[in-house]
């Protein structure tokens, strides 16, 4: 761990009551991440991804159960007084949501929404907060920024609106943007542009961003870092170009051939992981993907493989029959 | 190959929707008449018109004329001007006892769908006790108890209309709590008060002045049972309910002195039904879509 290190994740688990039983929708994650530095979360829905950015915003329903560490800027945010967390929000940690049809109020003008969060902040003046709103919009590429202020979320489109919503995540030159599937609601050409203005914006203001998402896709060119998660684990995490160049983890394999490929043939059958994830009230005692592994054996079914180091030890997998040693064994 | 045919007919593309045209005939009318008889109630000591309690003995119950428009009462006071001085007492009560439910209601149903938990319980539960005593009874008891006066009379029915505020309030609130615009306000650092003032408030107050319409029309029918029993204002000041009280007495005789306060009661609390409910139907569907 270096000086660099701006927020670092450490053993979290949140648990959280339910009728049925106690649901573990986080199971003990370390994560760390650098000044500037960019992390893709993955995994499908329901594997806890969420979850974990709430844990880390301390944002969490009422009654979950946080556990662990979540170091950000040298502060516990665990141990952080109400009020300290809260002046941290937005000022240094910033959220982008998924869906921007409802992470806008929808009664309040895009200018109110932006100007009440920079004078909560930056203590500016209506003038200087009118000025650096309409400079945040043109910055994530809204035109005619002046007419929007007076405008309402509901006469924007929803690429439009994710745009605000990121001006609004970006007013306070946060050091860390949590975008929780920021993509996810809009469509494909919508995604890229939003997704490439994360990025410049990223670089411009030298901020860190954790990019959650279920698409390997979105992660593979935009991330330093990938953290694939299954059942609340992370099962695999490795420098981005290591783990598309050389995957370790069966499920992360079958994430990746889940994806829809522009040289396959027409008409050629989507791979889809079988079965479902395991219900996270009822943990299984072995590893969590074995049921739907195509690579599992006996041992899978007993035993929870924990995360070791690959070739490099910032290549992590949590499996005891990562998938380079099938080949070998096939050869 | 077979295009697709974009243009669109004309006509059709020139009708802009119009909000006015929507609310319709019946909306406006009802606009005008509130307005009508606000002007008239506001203005009711400058309009030249005979004082509403200076009997004149010799002209008991007379019809329509030059000089009693609406003929005279019982007692032989003008009948339009106490109609019109009814009014203010009438839309006084009717306006500020809503205006107590609507403030006390609506803060405590916000806080309750917000914070949730015990509170919400001892608010629910408390609101539950006011509503499960008849209404009308305890209105009576409080104000044969405190006195008449407009002061006791509105105090007693605001305090009546609490509990259907706080739970209008309520249940907006406990929707749109969940929204994920109040998590994303509080990634930005939003105290509890901004949440509740800034983010919730402005869309509570929709279903909630709607519904603070149609209490001002309960209320003026509350009020006018309340006066019809002899517990409303106390004479000589006239109100509607007083009114049809007194006429009462002379059904017989000149039905009118019963029934012309009835119409403007009948009028004014139609209209503000008529005005809540649209206004209602307008939010409502904004509120599923969003």
Known sequence: ?331 | MATLELTIDEGVAAQPAKRGRRLGLLFWLAIGWMIFMFAVAILAPVLPLPSPTDMDMLERRAPFSMEHWLGTDGLGRDELSRLIHGARISLVVGLCAPIIGLTLGGALGMLAGYFRGRFESLVVGSMDVLLAFPPLILALAVTAFLGQSILNLTFILGVLGIPAFMRVARAATLTLARREFVIAAQALGATHARILLRELLPNVILPLFAFFLLAVAVTIVVEGALSFLGLGVPPPISSWGTMIGEGRESLDVAPRLAFLPAAAMFLTVLSFNLVGDTLRALTDPRQGAL
């Open chain 1, 1 to 331: 761990m270096t000086d660099n290190t701006l927020l670092s994740v450490e053993d979290v688990a949140v648990d959280l009551p339910t009728p049925r039983g106690n649901l573990r929708a986080v199971d003990r994650v370390n994560l760390t991440l650098g000044a500037g530095q960019t992390l893709g979360v993955v995994g499908e829905s329901g594997c806890g991804k969420t979850m974990l950015s709430r844990a880390i915003l301390q944002l969490l329903p009422r009654k979950a159960k946080l556990s662990g560490r979540v170091m950000f800027d040298g502060q516990d945010l665990l141990q952080l007084s109400p009020e300290k967390l809260r002046k941290l929000r937005g000022r240094s940690l910033a959220v982008v949501f998924q869906d921007p049809m409802t992470s806008l109020n929808p009664v309040l003008t895009i200018g109110t929404q932006l100007i009440e969060t920079l004078q909560e902040h930056l203590e500016l003046d209506d003038a200087t907060a009118t000025r650096r709103s309409i400079e945040l919009l043109a910055a994530v590429g809204i035109p005619a920024p002046e007419q929007r202020l007076a405008q309402y979320p509901h006469q924007l489109s929803g690429g439009m609106r994710q745009r605000v919503a990121i001006a609004i995540a970006l007013s306070c030159e946060p050091k860390l943007l949590i975008a929780d599937e920021p993509t996810t609601a809009l469509d494909v050409t919508i995604q890229a542009q939003i997704l490439d203005l994360l990025a410049r914006e990223q670089r411009r203001r030298h901020m860190a961003m954790i990019i959650i998402t279920h698409d390997l896709g979105v992660v593979a060119g935009r991330t330093d870092e990938v953290a694939v998660m299954y059942a609340g684990r992370v099962v695999e995490r490795a420098p981005t170009p290591a783990l598309f160049k050389k995957m370790r983890m069966p499920y992360t394999e079958a994430l990746l051939a889940a994806l829809p490929r522009l040289d396959a043939a027409p008409h050629t059958p989507l791979p889809a992981i079988s079965g479902r994830p395991p219900d996270p009230t009822r943990p299984l005692q072995g590893c969590s993907f074995s049921p739907r592994c195509r690579y599992a054996v006996a041992r899978c079914q007993t035993e929870k493989p924990a995360l070791q180091a690959a070739e490099t030890s910032a290549h992590q997998f949590a499996c005891f029959h990562p998938i380079e040693t099938h080949a070998e064994a096939g050869a």
